[in-house]
């Protein structure tokens, strides 16, 4: 996926003449400890109860464990969103301070029913963060002016972003794919939910009751287990009109005859609920070259053509000829750099012809080769 850098500005938190950086560092487990580059803190925690509001917190990569209070106004960030990891807790981080800014981080691990990042403080911003395998990824509970942006979210079990009894948050370019819902409304109202993928979860976004006046716009949603999207409420705004358009749906089975870009015919959501003006192509959202080579084993090598970061996640199926499925495969792909490459590897031993199909997003690629022992020969 291509993140595009929309309108994500840190709203809250900006560093003054004042304000001081203070380090943390897990290797630093002996001291002495003051927070300075030379003497880092070894706790998260000891760092935000020596900060003042406007202070920056920069954590150096390692392991760190959850349960962290924010309750004063300060920027959280990480050295690497793959290597500076928060894990478990009940939620990961709590904030309870208004205007928190975090960046940078690989948060995971949550205990049941708890969040990788819960918010109670109000103008948090939220951006480049990895959040995966959380029992829910971000909750916002009760505040407004909320953003989540750039962050990319896999397989947290319930739901990757719940909004409740929320107003005037805006949620853009976030990757969501894998396990739970991708983003989760109710009782909340005058929301923005833009330019975010949504890949292979069980809902994709889902409105509640007594939600009202949401945007919901140049999202794409990608074959969610369930349905793309739901809306109970059926009192919000589906698309940006023409000629901005709507949203890119998987499923969508219209045509575009004028090739403006948008389908010729409405999405119906649900009953009485329609995205007037439904797009052709997903935005921001782009196709890997793809590569199955077989020899001793299956490799699938996927490889990113574009001047931009890739996320996605990669599906390989294989089967026999008669349709039996032999192996399956679904990997997490998070961040496929510009002219890099990944490779899927997989070693198998029997006889006969197989059947390789390889997802990713809305594409698919296939192949038959004859398995002979360990040794593959394409077809």
Not at 70 to 83: A, F, Q, T, Y
Not at 91 to 112: C, M, P
Not at 134 to 155: E, L, R, W
Request: proline share 2%; charged share 20%; glycine share 10%.
């Amino acid at each position: 996926m291509v993140f595009l850098f929309f309108c994500c500005f840190p709203i809250g938190v900006c560093e003054t003449e004042q304000s001081d950086t203070i380090y943390v560092d897990d290797n630093n487990s002996e001291g002495p400890w003051d927070g300075s580059p030379d003497h880092p803190y070894f706790h998260i925690q000891d760092a935000i109860e020596n900060a003042t509001n406007g202070d920056t917190i920069f954590v150096f990569n390692g392991f760190y464990s959850g349960n962290i209070l924010i309750d004063k106004s300060v920027s959280l960030i990480g050295e690497n969103n793959d290597l500076t990891v928060i894990y478990g807790g009940k939620h990961n981080i709590w904030i309870f301070a208004d205007g928190v800014y975090i960046k940078g981080f690989n948060l995971t691990e949550s205990s049941r029913f708890f969040s990788a990042i819960y918010i109670v403080g109000y103008d948090a911003f939220i951006t480049l963060n990895n959040i995966n395998n959380n029992y829910d990824g971000i909750k916002i509970d009760g505040v407004s002016n909320v953003t989540i942006c750039q962050n990319t979210f896999i397989n947290n079990y319930n739901r990757n972003i719940r909004i409740e009894f929320s107003s005037d948050c805006f949620i853009s370019n976030n990757y969501i794919g894998g396990d739970g819902d991708g983003i989760y409304v109710w009782s909340s109202s005058n929301n923005r939910l833009i330019k975010n993928t949504i890949d292979r979860c069980d809902w994709g976004i889902l409105l509640g009751d007594f939600c009202y006046n949401n945007s919901i716009y140049h999202n794409n949603l990608i074959y969610n287990d369930f349905g793309n999207a739901e809306d109970y409420t059926r009192d919000n705004n589906w698309d940006n009109g023409y000629p901005s358009g709507g949203n890119f749906w998987g499923d969508y089975q219209g045509v575009d005859a004028d090739n403006d870009g948008i389908g010729d015919t409405a999405y119906e959501i649900s009953e009485k609920v329609i995205d007037s003006y439904p797009l052709i192509k997903p935005m921001n959202f782009s196709k890997p070259e793809i590569s199955i080579k077989n020899g001793f084993g299956f490799h699938a090598e996927i490889k990113n053509n574009n001047d931009q970061l890739l996320t996605g996640i990669l599906t390989v199926n294989i089967y026999k000829k008669n349709g039996e499925l032999k192996s399956y495969s679904k990997s997490t792909i998070v961040n496929i750099d510009p002219s890099d490459k990944i490779v899927i590897s997989k070693n198998m031993f029997g006889f006969g012809m197989r059947v390789t199909t390889v997802e990713w997003g809305i594409w698919s690629w296939e192949q038959e080769s004859f398995l002979f022992g360990s040794f593959w020969i394409n077809l």
